[in-house]
């Protein structure tokens, strides 16, 4: 297995913020040794119904970073995400700094392209984002450096990243009780999601691990921050060495039963823009299309 460069010794501070309406966690991650820092996986708030868009989430982690005098370097994307839209432009807009995702947003971009009917003017390079990563680059916050791993299985797209001694596992991984992501999406498989956990799981047993969701299973408060260590004892579907074949046919059983999210057709249209709504039309209006019995 691919060995990637991990720094223990580096503790950076992480600020959770949860958004309710989507059981989704984003993070501002600073560095210790400075004002430097980044935000993962950022939430725009959608009424689908009224079609209305706002940015509460979003202002609370502007207002956090600017309450602490930090510096936005970078807005991070685990994975084009298909259960809430991207505040990072929005944010970017605000406070700066670059916005990086996965190289195979390229694949998503394609595959959804088709899907919405998009046409010619909507690129599909990955130009809408200010950094696509390749599995092992680094890239710095302040005096920390952090390093992108290819995590796909969930999405094409998935990447996890690990920042001194915390790790954003995006979709890859739930919280133990919670097992792990979905992966019947296009361009998703079971299989390929198994390998991708398994690298989270070679990192050091004491790395933190940062949820991107958590939806309190039986019950239970919500929660985001595990260990490898803990993973590996007690997560329900690879924990105790589970084989690949036991992991494949119960995800494949498993997705067989779930509904689509209830927000995938307005994500994926924005996320695939990195956070962009489409084009407005020659009167100003902007609009998101539904694909009828395509997904």
């Given at each position: 297995?691919?060995?990637?460069?991990?720094?223990?010794?580096?503790t950076p501070d992480v600020t959770a913020f949860f958004d309710q309406a989507t059981n989704t966690i984003s993070y501002v991650v600073k560095d210790p040794g400075s004002s430097s820092c980044a935000v993962i996986d950022s939430v725009m708030d959608i009424?689908?119904?009224?079609?209305?868009?706002?940015?509460?989430?979003?202002?609370?982690?502007?207002?956090?970073?600017?309450?602490?005098?930090?510096?936005?370097?970078?807005?991070?994307?685990?994975?084009?995400?298909?259960?809430?839209?991207?505040?990072?432009?929005?944010?970017?807009?605000?406070?700066?700094?670059?916005?990086?995702?996965?190289?195979?947003?390229?694949?998503?971009?394609?595959?959804?392209?088709?899907?919405?009917?998009?046409?010619?003017?909507?690129?599909?390079?990955?130009?809408?984002?200010?950094?696509?990563?390749?599995?092992?680059?680094?890239?710095?916050?302040?005096?920390?450096?952090?390093?992108?791993?290819?995590?796909?299985?969930?999405?094409?797209?998935?990447?996890?990243?690990?920042?001194?001694?915390?790790?954003?596992?995006?979709?890859?991984?739930?919280?133990?009780?919670?097992?792990?992501?979905?992966?019947?999406?296009?361009?998703?498989?079971?299989?390929?999601?198994?390998?991708?956990?398994?690298?989270?799981?070679?990192?050091?047993?004491?790395?933190?691990?940062?949820?991107?969701?958590?939806?309190?299973?039986?019950?239970?408060?919500?929660?985001?921050?595990?260990?490898?260590?803990?993973?590996?004892?007690?997560?329900?579907?690879?924990?105790?060495?589970?084989?690949?074949?036991?992991?494949?046919?119960?995800?494949?059983?498993?997705?067989?039963?779930?509904?689509?999210?209830?927000?995938?057709?307005?994500?994926?249209?924005?996320?695939?823009?990195?956070?962009?709504?489409?084009?407005?039309?020659?009167?100003?209006?902007?609009?998101?299309?539904?694909?009828?019995?395509?997904?």
């Amino acid at each position: 297995m691919t060995s990637y460069p991990v720094d223990m010794s580096v503790t950076p501070d992480v600020t959770a913020f949860f958004d309710q309406a989507t059981n989704t966690i984003s993070y501002v991650v600073k560095d210790p040794g400075s004002s430097s820092c980044a935000v993962i996986d950022s939430v725009m708030d959608i009424d689908y119904a009224a079609g209305r868009i706002t940015y509460d989430h979003a202002d609370q982690i502007i207002a956090h970073i600017q309450k602490h005098a930090l510096k936005l370097e970078w807005l991070i994307e685990t994975h084009v995400h298909a259960d809430h839209l991207s505040g990072a432009p929005y944010i970017q807009q605000k406070l700066g700094g670059k916005l990086g995702i996965g190289n195979q947003i390229t694949v998503v971009q394609d595959t959804f392209g088709k899907v919405f009917n998009e046409g010619t003017e909507f690129q599909r390079d990955g130009s809408q984002f200010d950094r696509l990563f390749a599995d092992g680059d680094t890239y710095r916050i302040g005096s920390m450096d952090a390093v992108a791993i290819y995590t796909p299985g969930h999405t094409p797209a998935c990447m996890v990243h690990v920042i001194g001694n915390a790790t954003f596992v995006g979709d890859t991984l739930f919280m133990p009780d919670g097992g792990s992501a979905r992966a019947d999406f296009p361009g998703g498989d079971a299989a390929t999601l198994y390998d991708s956990i398994q690298k989270v799981l070679s990192l050091p047993e004491d790395m933190r691990l940062f949820m991107c969701h958590d939806y309190g299973p039986n019950g239970r408060d919500i929660k985001w921050e595990t260990t490898v260590g803990e993973e590996k004892e007690h997560n329900i579907h690879v924990g105790k060495g589970k084989t690949k074949e036991d992991f494949v046919r119960f995800r494949t059983e498993r997705d067989a039963q779930l509904d689509m999210p209830r927000l995938i057709i307005p994500s994926l249209q924005v996320n695939m823009r990195a956070g962009q709504l489409p084009p407005k039309d020659e009167q100003g209006n902007t609009f998101l299309k539904v694909p009828v019995n395509t997904l």
